[in-house]
């Protein structure tokens, strides 16, 4: 399968972020809540109090797929191991 040029780098960009915040490597099941914005991805968990728009135009799912494929074998062995996932876009 073919992944673009612009996919890779951004997925080297979020697996590199996610060192430097010397974030844990997680053998067994994992949820992932994540939030989208302009100016880059925060991992959170917050409630949902309210609807939000955003000035980003791609699809929460995209963005999504694209965090869950980074993080493998940085994170977790592989992106099969999410089992609960939650992502807004502000």
Same mark, same amino acid.
């Given at each position: 399968m073919y992944t673009p040029e612009r996919t890779l780098l951004a997925e080297a960009k979020i697996a590199e972020a996610y060192k430097e915040?010397? *974030?844990p490597?997680?053998? *067994?099941? &994992?949820?992932? $809540?994540?939030v989208f914005d302009s100016? @880059? %991805?925060?991992i959170t968990i917050e409630p949902l109090?309210? !609807?939000h728009t955003s000035p980003l135009r791609g699809? !929460?799912?995209n963005y999504l797929k694209l965090?869950?494929?980074a993080l493998n074998e940085v994170a977790y062995p $592989?992106?099969?191991? &999410?089992?609960? %996932?939650? @992502?807004?876009?502000?």
């Amino acid at each position: 399968m073919y992944t673009p040029e612009r996919t890779l780098l951004a997925e080297a960009k979020i697996a590199e972020a996610y060192k430097e915040a010397r *974030g844990p490597f997680y053998q *067994g099941p &994992v949820s992932i $809540d994540a939030v989208f914005d302009s100016k @880059g %991805i925060n991992i959170t968990i917050e409630p949902l109090e309210e !609807t939000h728009t955003s000035p980003l135009r791609g699809d !929460t799912d995209n963005y999504l797929k694209l965090l869950c494929d980074a993080l493998n074998e940085v994170a977790y062995p $592989d992106d099969k191991r &999410v089992m609960i %996932i939650r @992502g807004e876009k502000r």
